[in-house]
């Protein structure tokens, strides 16, 4: 039910290298980093879900779709991280979708934001 997308990207060198390695790792669940937040960094948000039941027993895996974002004040950064992070999460996923990228109006920060799918087994 939970995608391993923390563990995935903190045990990978190439994402750490960007945004930090173990629990110092700039990756955060729900689609927000708190502000002032050391850039660059990685958001993530399930968008959608959907258990795959059998007819006696319940789901047996979930697919889920969710959007991972990757932000930094460098347009060439944020490719970067974006490059490393599809690389890392395509072990354990399928990307399915890259998303418009844009510059927060606030932040400035550029995104480039893209969906993966995952199955969870249960």
């Given at each position: 039910m939970i995608p391993p997308i923390f563990a995935t990207l903190?045990?990978?060198?190439?994402?750490?290298?960007?945004?930090?390695?173990?629990n110092n790792c700039r990756c955060y669940p729900f689609g927000y980093a708190k502000q002032g937040t050391t850039i660059p960094?990685?958001?993530w948000n399930t968008v959608?879900?959907?258990?795959?039941n059998k007819l006696?027993?319940?789901?047996?895996?979930?697919?889920?779709?969710?959007?991972?974002?990757c932000w930094s004040n460098?347009?060439?950064?944020?490719?970067?991280?974006a490059q490393a992070v599809r690389t890392s999460l395509e072990s354990v996923s399928c990307m399915v979708s890259v998303n418009p990228t844009d510059r927060?109006?606030?932040?400035?920060?550029?995104?480039?934001?893209?969906?993966?799918?995952?199955?969870?087994n249960r």
């Open positions: 903190s045990a990978n060198a190439g994402v750490t290298a960007i945004i930090g390695a173990g960094y990685v958001t959608s879900g959907v258990p795959e006696l027993s319940g789901s047996f895996f979930d697919k889920l779709r969710v959007q991972l974002d460098l347009d060439s950064q944020a490719l970067a991280l927060d109006p606030d932040t400035n920060l550029y995104r480039y934001s893209m969906d993966f799918e995952f199955q969870i």
